[in-house]
């Protein structure tokens, strides 16, 4: 065998800048960072801006606040609202982010290529070893490389159209958590509300009685000093005196409290004082007696279950994804390439290929897949049967609650008119005697007492009532406000509260009987084939929710789509009105969403599908009148 010769290219010497750069690279390797504290300016400067920005752009209190305004008020400035809004508009946006997710990829790339050296090399024989070539080479030491290459997966996409159908129920989640807080924040509004009211109206009656108590307190405990009246009846007296002061205090207190927590709700800025406005007492609704029937509506409409449902669709596309996952992958490629080598016989090139990829080792954990989804299927029935069951718990309790308070409210308002009376009857019948006066002192703090227990009985009553209202899942007002100003906010919370309180728990549901049928129609979406595509999707929403759709011989329900751009963004709002066969209007709402200027037709989609799912009660209300009607 010949000896094999070989040739030796020695490598150049590193030049200067490339020391250099290895040097940098050397010390920036060896760096380290160290945590850095806030601050005092910092912190300082944060505190400044937050609180600068609390209270912005809300409209000032010039006039005492009425319970229409309050919840206004807090519908539009409160924080903890502001932030749900703004996790639902996320949501929004993810999900429209993430149907990008299911288009083929187009890389484009680009780069340049050096060397300090020539590449290349030679060949030899396998069998004898033998240099055949001498050194060469296809390839410039410097050249730049540009390429467009399209690619499509198959397996990629199913698993981005299931990702992007959950993030769609994401954001339905999102505005489910939004109408609970809507709903738990129209309660204590009325909670605090009533019970300001209850303290600012015996403010100034209860401050003259404890001063006349304080000063009877000392005049007794001269007259037991000076022995004009019995020690024993002396320290009777006194002792009622200071258990109606300490019951007073406590009393007013905890109705105080009250307009700090409104103040809170309403977001006021610390240190303005107002007034709630003079009320009349609202008439308390009878409790209801038909408990079951409200039962099914609470489980058909409260929020947590609406969640429930929506995240049972989540697990269902997890474990698509995952099947979905074990099938092979097929890919396409396409592209173009450039390549300024001169040494190459062709600088310019198109390429393609199909390839397909099985990972088989995934099969053996398919029994496993099964297993895991089948037992988050029982899982999720679990938990849902036991919010369920938690909804009807709290529902019953709501409403023995309701009567409870309703009675406490007949004894004290019986109570307080005696206590009036004997007030009344002792301030009448006085003489110049001490222990009269002091008698007639005492009733009146009992009498003022009275009145505190009657109007926190009242306060009590109405937290119940809107407890019990809040139980049954109903939206208190619906949420196309955000375009409203205040005073027509103010008007629309007014109109509604009036109808509940002259029909409140006279409630009808399409869950009893068999309601009409439903064809939808679709207004302000030019685009043919989107008009078909959402036409497709209502009904097939509807149809879900136990909504028959006939589209021949159904109630017209029109939905109208608006649209008012404003600087970067646009206000997209649907209106939804069901008319009979004569044509004539027997319910109209409107859904308003905000969206980013431009959105893609997947945001309207995504709009109008919280536009039906919102409504849906208010649908199935009409529904079962136009029923009614027909019987």
Known sequence: MPLLKRTTQHAKPLRLP?????????????CTITPKLATQEEVRERVKSDTDRMYVNQAPISAPVSLEEAIARTLKYNLDYSLKKMESALALGLADYASYDTLPRLLATAGY??????????SIGILDGVQSLRPSTSEERSHTLAGAEFSWNLLDFGVSYYRAR????QFLIAEERRRKVVQ??????????????????????TKDILDRAQLALARSREAETQRVISPVQALNYQRALLDAISFLNQRRQDLEFASHELAALMNVEPGVAFTVAETPEARLPAPPNDV????????????????????????????????LGMLPGISFDAGLQYDSNQLLSSNRWAQGGVRISWNLLQLVALPSLKATQQQQVRTDEARRMALSMAVMTQLR????????????????????????????YTRAAVTARLESELEAIRTQAR?????????NTYASAQIAFGRLYNTLGFDPLPDDFDGNDLPTLTERVRTHLKATEQDTLKMTSNLFGHAPSVSVRLVGVENPIMNVRMKAQISELLARNQVEVDASNGVPVTFTLSREA????ENASWSIVLADANGNVKGETRHASTLPANSRNTAYEATLVAAVTSRLPQLRHWLAELSQEAK
């Open 18 to 30: 490339e020391l250099a750069i290895l040097a940098a690279a050397l010390v920036l390797a060896g």
């Open 113 to 122: 290529r050096t060397r300090s050296n020539q590449s290349g090399g030679t």
């Open 166 to 169: 959950q993030q769609s129920d």
């Open 184 to 205: 738990n924040m129209v309660q204590d509004v009325r909670a605090a509300y009533w019970r300001a009211l209850g303290a600012q109206r015996l403010s100034a009656q």
């Open 292 to 323: 079951r029937k409200l039962e099914e509506m609470a489980l058909f409409q409260r929020p947590e279950l609406r969640e429930e449902d929506f995240k049972k669709r989540i697990s269902a596309d997890e474990t698509r994804k995952q099947l």
């Open 397 to 424: 309790v709501g409403v023995e609650r309701y009567r409870l308070a309703v009675e406490d409210f007949r004894l004290a308002d019986t109570a307080a008119q005696v206590d009036k009376r004997m007030a009344d």
């Open 447 to 455: 009498a003022v007492l009275g009145s505190f227990q009657r109007a």
């Open 566 to 569: 404003k600087d970067s963004l």
